[in-house]
Every structure is written in C-alpha cells, then in structure tokens.
C-alpha cells in the first residue's frame, strides 16, 4: 500500500512539474488571423516571437513614431470630415440665395405677366422691374459681420432673412453678394482711414513683434 502511495506521489508530481514547464506555452490572446490583419512588421514580428516556446519578447514603452503616424492619419481624417462639412454648408447657404434670388424673379415675372387692366390695353406697356440702389449696410453692421466671420452670401441670407421676418421689403435694396462685398470693402476702407487720421500718439509706444517685446520703443 504505501509502494502504490509512494509511485502515485511520484507520477503526479511528474505531471505537475510538465504541466508548470509549459505555462508559458498554453495561452494565446492574439486573433486566429492576427498576422493576416497586422499590417506593421514589428507587430508581426513580435506576435511571431510570442508564439514561440519561452514567449520571448515583452511589451514596453508606447511606440513612437507609431503614435505620431496615428496621430497625422486621426489629424487627415478629422481635417477631410471638417471639409466636406464646410463644403455642404456653402452648398446649402448657395442654394438658399438661389431661392431668395429666385423668389424676387417670380414676383417680378408675375406682375409683368399680369398687368393692370386700364381704358385701353395698347397704352399699357410692362415696366421693367428696376434694381434695389438702397444700401442696408452700416459701419456697426459691417464690424459685426467680420468679427464673426459672416461670409458674404451668409450676410445676404441673414440680412434678407430678417427684414421678411420683420415684414420689410427687398425689392428696393441692393441686395446681393457682389453689392454686399463692395458695402463692407468701403466700409473697411473708411474705417481704417479714421482710424489713421484719429491715430495721433504724444507718447512713446512699444512695439511687440510676433509675441516678442522689442527693446526699442518707437516714438510715433
């Protein structure tokens, strides 16, 4: 009894002692196609490695340069998403103006085609529908515009927008992308020639350059 003990004691520490040899060997996490799917040869490799007896090989610092190739691939994508959305959004503003430029056509059209009757059809002869001349811009107008970056065909949809809503009409004022743009350029321009004419300093002024804080003050 204790020989049969004694040859059981012994068989099973065999096993544990070949079971405990091949710990490193029993598990592997990596995907059943991981060397199809990896694409960088240093992973590959190191998948690789840890396949092989004694798992050779460990996991250290982050890869570097790895992570600025992310980093410039995650910047490509996040930059091309933010393109196609401002595209979209200047398509939509673009066809916006179509439909307002379109509506003040209609209307126009339809009162040519449906004139007034009077005594006598011959002495009737169709207007043609002038041009709005009225300027909407002003110089307040014009600063909130460029301090928020109001494109011009975004300001004519806004402006048109707004005096519909307010029950003004269009018709008489230049109203438009091209007129807009002339607007703010003499309003820019006036502006910046009273504020030169107005700039008259008695004092010296120090200059700062790209962040920097020259040594030399100017005396203006």
């Known amino acids: 009894m204790e020989r049969y003990q004694e040859e059981c004691w012994k068989t099973h520490k065999a096993k544990e002692v070949d079971?405990?040899?091949?710990?490193?060997?029993?598990?592997?996490?990596?995907?059943?196609?991981?060397?199809?799917?990896?694409?960088?040869?240093?992973?590959k490799q190191f998948l690789i490695a840890q396949r092989k007896p004694g798992r050779c090989g460990a996991m250290v610092s982050v890869d570097v340069s790895l992570k600025k190739k992310e980093d410039r691939k995650r910047?490509?994508?996040?930059?091309?998403?933010?393109?196609?959305e401002k595209?979209?959004?200047?398509?939509?503003?673009?066809?916006?103006?179509?439909?307002?430029?379109?509506?003040s056509s209609q209307s126009s059209s339809e009162e040519e085609e449906n004139p007034v009757a009077g005594p006598s059809d011959s002495?009737?002869?169709p207007r043609p529908m002038k041009r709005g001349r009225?300027?909407?811009?002003?110089?307040?107008?014009?600063?909130?515009?460029?301090?928020?970056?109001?494109?011009?065909?975004?300001?004519?949809?806004?402006?048109?927008?707004?005096?519909?809503?307010?029950?003004?009409?269009?018709?008489?004022?230049?109203?438009?992308?091209s007129s807009i743009r002339r607007q703010r350029q003499q309003h820019r321009k006036s502006t910046s020639?009273?504020?030169?004419?107005?700039?008259?300093?008695?004092?010296?002024?120090?200059?700062?350059?790209?962040?920097?804080?020259?040594?030399?003050a100017l005396v203006l």
């Open 134 to 177: 009225q300027q909407v811009l002003s110089p307040d107008l014009v600063a909130t515009l460029d301090r928020n970056k109001v494109s011009d065909r975004a300001a004519v949809m806004v402006i048109g927008e707004t005096l519909r809503s307010l029950g003004q009409e269009i018709q008489p004022l230049a109203l438009n992308r």
């Open 75 to 84: 910047k490509r994508e996040e930059q091309i998403v933010k393109r196609r």
């Open 19 to 43: 079971f405990k040899s091949i710990f490193d060997n029993l598990f592997d996490i990596a995907h059943a196609k991981g060397l199809e799917i990896i694409s960088i040869k240093e992973d």
């Open 123 to 125: 002495c009737l002869t």
């Open 87 to 103: 595209v979209a959004k200047d398509a939509n503003l673009q066809q916006s103006q179509v439909i307002v430029e379109n509506s």
């Open 193 to 216: 020639e009273e504020i030169r004419d107005k700039f008259d300093p008695k004092f010296p002024l120090i200059v700062h350059w790209e962040g920097k804080l020259l040594s030399l």
